[in-house]
């Protein structure tokens, strides 16, 4: 074994269904024991917008990575209403090691996709990272109120030192108790190919 590698862990970060399984029964009793987690959001805080600021900046934080949903960003968070959804193409299913965030195993999310990337990124390591799927020349293609809450509560700050509210590990906290539905979207999105029609 290599420096790095972890027992029982794929070298290539692609993570099995089996994994999946025994991981998700840990999480629901995990959830159990400790209550599921809400962050309130408060999106009309001025500090949140300023749209001279980001068009000199040119969206540096778009071109980074396609930013997280909150399960808030969805009125219907059943299957076949986030199915329709992702079926647009525009979103990705995301594998993340909770383990960084002191979370056990992995869990899933929703982010907004990048380019390059697939619907369903079954794989932990050497994900496609750079540019957003829904940045244009003349900025993002969603409008303020339907952006997911990892973009609209990221606060601009000179020099590209924008600070966020809503983190990674937010989001991972939120989604845990949605892991159900979204391990049934990940086994109906693996490998298939979609456009994003946004
Ligand atoms: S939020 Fe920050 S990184 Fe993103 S466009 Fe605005 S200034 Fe640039
Ligand atoms: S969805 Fe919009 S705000 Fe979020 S990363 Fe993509 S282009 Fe930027």
Request: contains cysteine.
């Amino acid at each position: 074994m290599f420096m790095g590698e972890q027992p029982g862990r794929d070298p290539s970060g692609v993570v099995k269904k089996e994994d999946f399984m025994a991981h998700f029964a840990k999480t629901l009793e995990r959830m159990r024991e400790e209550g599921a987690r809400h962050y309130d959001k408060d999106y009309s805080d001025p500090i949140l917008q300023n749209a001279e600021l980001c068009a000199q900046c040119g969206g540096k934080c778009c071109k980074r990575c396609g930013c997280a949903f909150s399960p808030d960003d969805f009125e219907d968070l059943s299957f076949e209403a986030l199915k329709t959804e992702i079926e647009k193409g525009y979103i990705t299913i995301e594998v993340v090691d909770g383990d960084q965030f002191y979370i056990a195993g992995f869990v899933l999310m929703l982010r907004v996709r990048n380019v390059g990337g697939l619907v369903y990124e079954n794989r932990l390591y050497n994900r496609p990272r750079g540019q957003c799927i829904l940045l244009t020349e003349h900025g993002c293609k969603l409008d303020w109120d339907h952006r997911p809450s990892g973009g609209k509560l990221l606060i601009p700050g000179e020099g590209g030192n924008c600070q966020s509210r809503y983190s990674t590990e937010r989001a991972l906290r939120e989604w845990e108790k949605h892991q159900g539905v979204l391990i049934r979207l990940s086994h109906y999105f693996d490998e298939k190919e979609i456009e994003c029609t946004l």
